[in-house]
């Protein structure tokens, strides 16, 4: 009996030690992008997380928020002098949380790449809202050429795929802020 004891108790000690041992899932962050085939720019790459961030322009500040890190090419023939990349963010059951735009305006010539790094600063908004984040998605929103010609996304496109994710997604959150219904075509 007491080797039987023994085995009992040895058993307990290697589960619980491999359970104690055992990694705990974390959060991975989920980055898309929506492709727009006839759109300028083609975004390349695009990472998000949630957590503290160094702000952008105050070096060795930190604030909480999102960070969106976006690399994108000139694809047309002709110079670009601004790129509108649209943010759109979800939480962790894929409910829409937050739009958030920014306009790059370094110049870029045809094939030219840059990069886009920011911050959606959580103090802006409710507490706790941004950090049920978990999936950001990014499209090009707008073009600016050299020529003064205006490029903009089809918006009934990008609402499509943003619906794949949150199938009550309000599409007035992109349509009133991106573009007037009068600009759309």
């Not at 105050?58 to 090419?73: A, C, M, N, P």
């Not at 996304?153 to 997604?169: G, M, Q, S």
Request: aromatic letters at 10%; glycine letters at 6%.
């Amino acid at each position: 009996m007491k080797l039987c004891n023994l085995i009992v108790a040895a058993l307990i000690i290697f589960v619980g030690v491999n359970y104690a041992g055992a990694q705990t899932p974390k959060i991975e962050y989920v980055g898309k992008i929506i492709d727009q085939p006839d759109s300028p720019v083609k975004i390349i790459s695009y990472k998000c997380s949630y957590g503290m961030h160094s702000k952008v322009a105050l070096v060795g500040e930190k604030t909480q928020g999102i960070r969106h890190q976006t690399e994108y090419q000139n694809t047309s023939e002709r110079g670009i002098l601004a790129v509108g990349l649209d943010y759109v963010m979800f939480n962790l059951f894929d409910e829409f949380l937050e739009w958030a735009p920014t306009i790059e305006t370094d110049f870029l010539k045809p094939s030219e790449k840059d990069k886009s790094d920011g911050v959606v600063d959580a103090a802006l908004y409710t507490p706790g809202q941004l950090s049920s984040f978990l999936t950001g998605i990014v499209f090009v929103s707008r073009v600016r050429f050299a020529d003064g010609e205006i490029w903009r996304a089809n918006l009934d496109t990008v609402i499509a795929n943003l619906t794949k994710i949150d199938k009550e997604f309000p599409a007035s959150a992109l349509k009133h802020k991106t573009l007037s219904h009068d600009q759309q075509k």
